[in-house]
Structure formats: C-alpha cells, structure tokens
C-alpha cells in the first residue's frame, strides 16, 4: 500500500484519542454511545485495530465531526468555505460559521421584523451586531443594541433577540452549549 495511505491510516487512532479526551469522554462514554466494545475502540485508538467506516462513522457521529476531520484527508486545493445559509422558522436566515456542533457554535443571522416569543436553553449567548439594531430580551429586561456592540447573557434566562424596527438586523452569534462563558480580550 501507498506510504502515504498508510501514514493518513496511522494517524486515525491518535487523533480519535485526542478527540475523545478533548470531549473528557472515557472509552466507557463512547463505547455506550456508539454501540462498540470497549476493546475495539482502545485497539482502533492504539492502532492495533484497522478503521473501517462501520467504525468510524458512528464515531463521527459522537465527536460531532466529519468524517474528513477524523481521517484527515488530503486537502482538494480550494481553501474556501462553503456556507450552507439555513432559513429559520422564526423568520430570517441563520448562516452556521462553524461546520459542527463542538464547544461554540457560531452564526450569522439576518433577521427580518418577528412577534417575540421568550425561549431558554442550556448555554451562554454572545452577540455582536454587525448592521441595524437589535432588540433584545432577556428576562424582563429589554435592550436596544447598536451595530459594533455586543452583549452576552445566561440562554438558561428566558430570551429573544430580533430587529429594533420594521428592518433586519445583522448578527454574529457565537453559542457556548456546556454554559461556559466566552472570555473577551482587549488587545492594545
């Protein structure tokens, strides 16, 4: 076989490790989730055991990753990003930034007027407006947020977010699902 394939081969088990500690899952963790023994997933993460796709797609669908990330293939030569916009039952349009759910997730909405309606999930929220104005509500508070500023709050409060006006607004919304809070840092 091609060194080259052996070498991308060789590099499975470690990065699965990797990922599986970077998730702080024990092989216990993954094992229960993906339906494969204890022993296979130590052999495959040791390299005794050969990936095959009945392996690793269930794999994947643990770690959130794709099947490109887990085995590393070679890059096509087209460093673009190809965003996939989705439109929102709520009304607008959210555009994932990051291609798999993992610590945050970040989106790009545009959202056109909307009734609000108060909803809460585990997490904490940032948003940054990046054109028109925001309304925000957040308990019982509201807020009226400027293109340039951001805000961020517990998602676990009752909370809606959508234009100030009869236009759209702009948004970068990064989400942190395990209730970390994003650390913001000013460089001089």
């Not at 759209?168 to 840092?185: A, Q, Y």
Request: hydrophobic content about 40%; cysteine-free.
């Amino acid at each position: 076989m091609d060194a080259g394939i052996e070498q991308l081969i060789a590099a499975i088990g470690p990065r699965l490790r990797r990922l599986r500690r970077s998730r702080s899952l024990a092989l216990s963790d993954v094992a229960a989730r993906t339906g494969l023994s204890i022993s296979t997933l130590s052999r495959l993460e040791t390299g005794r055991r050969r990936p095959t796709l009945e392996l690793l797609i269930p794999l994947a669908r643990v770690f959130e990753v794709s099947l490109d990330r887990l085995i590393a293939a070679p890059e096509t030569g087209d460093p673009r990003v190809h965003l996939e916009p989705r439109l929102l039952t709520t009304g607008g349009v959210a555009v994932p930034l990051t291609p798999h759910a993992g610590r945050v997730q970040a989106f790009k909405h545009v959202l056109g007027p909307r009734e609000p309606r108060l909803s809460t999930h585990e997490g904490q929220a940032w948003i940054h407006v990046l054109a028109g104005r925001l309304r925000l509500i957040v308990g019982s508070g509201e807020h009226l947020v400027d293109p340039g500023d951001s805000v961020e709050f517990d998602a676990t409060t009752p909370h809606w977010f959508g234009p100030a006006d009869d236009l759209t607004v702009e948004i970068l919304h990064l989400f942190v699902p395990d209730g970390e809070r994003p650390t913001t840092r000013r460089i001089p």
